[in-house]
């Protein structure tokens, strides 16, 4: 057996995956090369094949793709333009077994069952109705951060699924931004328009992920195992997340901002 498999097994299994679940995951590939001490394509496969190992046949495993070249002006090429967030997502592209969903600017890549009819008749929105992060939140999808906790690892608390609940919710301080492009798939190209739910450029947002992440600890929505009482594995379902940001925006429109006075200060 390799080195961490049954380590990685245990611990998704503890954090609240089990067979037959539909999951997205965010990850930082740095923490299994770590805890493994394998070279950088052996932790990312034992990484893959751990999710799909506990998920089973009758799971499904979603990681983002995301290239932000189309915003750019450049052209999108669905078989072959790569993701820029991260090494790992780009080994699920390379995955004889994944298939990736049609949109320029926020794909996904999946192996699985479910992935399927989650990248069928997507809508031209990076976040609005009929996007793969609606899709995630219908089916109520569990969303594991593997090594991501801002409080220990220092660095984001990061899920794009925020910006969906933002933009279900109307906040102020993003606006529908609309990008004109080609985009290639097979042997067609053709120009296309396609939405993003951008931040304003003279007043950037930043989200505040500890505020965030604690608010979830308190709650109990969020569970979270740490990995040789270091590296965090955290899980919760789409629609608690979704429940839970809608409160805090319910309750103040900028509760997910870290520096919410730059909005009022201009406003």
Same mark, same amino acid.
């Given at each position: ?19 037959g679940?539909v ?10 090369r ?7 394509a ?5 990484l ?20 932000w ?30 298939i990736?969903?049609?949109h320029?600017i ?11 009819y ?15 992060f609606?899709?995630l939140?219908?089916?109520n999808?569990? $969303? $594991?951060?593997?090594c ?19 933009q ?5 301080y ?16 053709y120009?296309?328009i396609?939405?993003?739910?951008v931040r304003f ?6 989200i505040?992920?500890k505020? $965030? ?29 979704f ?14 901002l ?9 406003g």
């Amino acid at each position: 057996m390799i080195v961490g498999t049954k380590l990685i097994d245990e611990v998704l299994r503890e954090v609240g995956i089990e067979e037959g679940d539909v999951v997205l995951l965010h990850s930082d590939s740095t923490a299994i090369r770590e805890i493994t001490e394998l070279k950088w394509a052996d932790a990312l496969n034992l990484l893959k094949d751990s999710f799909i190992n506990v998920l089973g046949d009758s799971g499904t495993l979603i990681v983002p793709t995301f290239n932000w070249d189309f915003c750019k002006g450049k052209t999108y090429y669905h078989n072959k333009t790569p993701s820029q967030v991260g090494v790992f997502t780009n080994n699920m592209l390379n995955d004889k077994r994944c298939i990736r969903s049609f949109h320029p600017i926020y794909s996904f890549a999946g192996i699985g069952p479910e992935s399927k009819y989650l990248f069928s008749n997507i809508s031209k929105s990076s976040f609005g109705k009929n996007s793969v992060f609606h899709k995630l939140y219908q089916i109520n999808a569990k $969303i $594991i951060l593997f090594c991501l906790d801002p409080d220990i690892m220092k660095n984001d608390f990061t899920t794009t699924f925020i910006h969906y609940v933002e933009q279900m919710k109307g906040v102020d301080y993003r606006y529908i931004k609309y990008f004109k492009g080609k985009v290639n798939i097979g042997e067609k190209e053709y120009e296309d328009i396609f939405d993003f739910f951008v931040r304003f450029e003279d007043n950037p947002v930043e989200i505040d992920e500890k505020k $965030i992440i604690n608010h979830l600890l308190n709650t109990q929505k969020l569970k979270r195992v740490l990995i040789k009482n270091k590296y965090p594995v955290c899980q919760i379902s789409s629609k608690d997340l979704f429940d839970e940001l809608m409160q805090m925006l319910d309750s103040d429109p900028y509760s997910l901002l870290k520096y919410p006075s730059r909005l009022l200060n201009n406003g």
